[in-house]
């Protein structure tokens, strides 16, 4: 038990560390690199916990497509830093409370009495969360699952129908008119003088 608490706690301590570095660069690109450490960190906490297919989920899903698209996003824009630095004592009194309020609820979560006695059953070896966490997923919460799918499905909709909106300067192909043109719509004989 020594070596899990030990791994637990030098995950944890990297997770947290990678968190706080990730809130207080300055550099966009730097604060996306630490977030994918963060994410592998959590991935190792859940593996450590028995939970390998969350583990695994949050590494593809998080660290392979999204935060690629954030590293990609983020490069792609031209932000200005020194601007970003500018307002930065604006925000910050907002930024203590939020952070002071956050402290005390892990404080008042983590102090509790029945937190002091929690320990991990033990699981027969040939236990799979991933079995377990798909019965309860399409039995106990499906209607949940359904109405999450839904409501993404509506937000990939409404993304598209915001970025397949008309031009006024682009031209498009007319197809049909291209077909039903005629030889003497084209073609016009110029009668020239030979001298």
């Known amino acids: 038990m020594l070596i899990q608490t030990t791994v637990f706690y030098f995950f944890s301590g990297i997770l947290v560390l990678s968190a706080l570095a990730m809130i207080t660069v300055r550099n966009p690109v730097h604060a996306a690199l630490f977030l994918i450490l963060a994410f592998f960190t959590s991935g190792a906490l859940w593996l450590l916990l028995e939970a390998e297919f969350l583990g695994i989920v949050l590494v593809l899903v998080y660290v392979g ?32 409370l939020v952070g002071a309020a956050m402290a005390a609820e892990m404080i008042i979560i983590l102090t509790k009495t029945n937190f002091e006695h929690a320990q991990a059953n033990a699981k027969p070896a040939d236990y799979s969360n991933t079995q377990e966490l798909g019965k309860l997923l399409f039995t106990e919460y499906v209607y949940p699952f359904e109405i999450a799918g839904v409501i993404l499905l509506v937000a990939i ?33 110029a009668d020239l003088d030979r001298e």
């Not at 792609?76 to 203590?96: F, T």
Request: net charge positive.
């Open 157 to 189: 909709i409404a993304a598209i129908t915001l970025t397949m909106r008309k031009r006024a300067v682009s031209k498009q192909q007319k197809p049909h008119e291209q077909i039903s043109v005629q030889r003497k719509d084209r073609v016009r004989l």
């Open 65 to 96: 497509a999204v935060m690629v698209l954030f590293l990609f996003v983020v490069m792609m824009l031209d932000i200005n830093i020194a601007k970003m630095r500018a307002g930065y004592a604006k925000y910050l009194p907002v930024g203590l």
